[in-house]
């Protein structure tokens, strides 16, 4: 709901999803949504309730959506420690849990986006971890130049640290880390929008 916002608002913002995934599958995940470079306008159109003719739901709505998502993940059979924070303030959004396993993980995930339930992570334990990005995106927000400057401003940024070291990974646009256990991927909306499949990457590991 959150991430739908942002697309609705199209101004300037960052969507951080960062992982600590362990051996045994398990790990802890955040998801932050971040407009505090554009708190003014997005202020504006919470209290104005809509943004080109697209509804924009409330504070309270917001909050009572948030809650939702707290009690809805964890009744989800492998997720503890549910948490969300939000500010009015500097409109930042954060989603916190732990996951016992990877089917759990996309659990959570695909109870927020529920039209298009599919498989986020998979992993070989040995060799490789995966990641299939999927995103509640209008793909018609392409199609309106007006927003393109916009969309190039916010950016998706991916975090992912491992308890064993990378030793490659395929999508061309990661950095790893001096320790070789974290990999760093970031692209601007707008690519996204062209092109989901920009986020998705598979990361391998040394025997």
């Not at 529920?114 to 995966?130: A, D, G, L, R, V």
């Not at 491992?162 to 690519?191: A, R, W």
Request: with cysteine; proline share 3%; charged share 25%.
């Amino acid at each position: 709901m959150i991430i739908a916002l942002c697309f609705s608002l199209t101004s300037c913002f960052e969507i951080t999803e960062r992982i600590k995934h362990n051996s045994d599958e398990s790990g802890d995940y955040s998801l932050i949504v971040d407009f505090s470079k554009s708190w003014f306008r997005t202020r504006s159109a919470i209290w104005l309730e809509e943004v080109d003719g697209v509804s924009i739901p409330s504070e309270e709505d917001i909050k009572n959506k948030l809650a939702n998502f707290r009690t809805q993940a964890s009744k989800i059979e492998g997720i503890s420690s549910v948490t969300t924070k939000y500010d009015f303030k500097t409109y930042i959004f954060t989603f916190k849990f732990k996951y016992s396993n990877l089917k759990a993980l996309n659990a959570v995930l695909n109870s927020m986006n529920k039209e298009n339930p599919i498989t986020h992570f998979s992993e070989s334990k040995e060799s490789y971890f995966q990641r299939f990005a999927s995103y509640p995106i209008p793909k018609n927000l392409v199609k309106n130049d007006d927003k393109k400057e916009d969309l190039e401003d916010a950016h998706i940024t991916t975090i992912y640290t491992f308890d064993k070291e990378v030793s490659q990974f395929t999508n061309p646009n990661c950095k790893l880390s001096k320790s070789k256990q974290t990999v760093f991927l970031k692209q601007n909306i707008y690519s996204v929008l062209k092109n989901n499949t920009l986020m998705n990457n598979t990361i391998y590991f040394n025997p």
